[in-house]
């Protein structure tokens, strides 16, 4: 998981596909022990490039460009 994470070559159009995925992986994971699972998933988090996702901010509301960003490219504003 932690190879695709970082890959510069996923086929995504945004980040936002990114986090979703490993989201909903993390909560389709079967583990007994939900307190490991938690700290083990959370280190998973960190591959995330949270520069790209969209701000949740007043100056970004209407947005075009809003959580379309390619992964290659970080966010300078609106």
Known sequence: MVVLLQSDSLNVTSERQVYDTLVTWCQNQYQPNK???RQKYI???AFIRFMLL???CGSCVGCENLGTRPRSTRHEGC
């Open 35 to 37: 307190a490991t699972a």
């Open 43 to 45: 280190k998973l988090f």
């Open 54 to 56: 969209p701000k949740v």
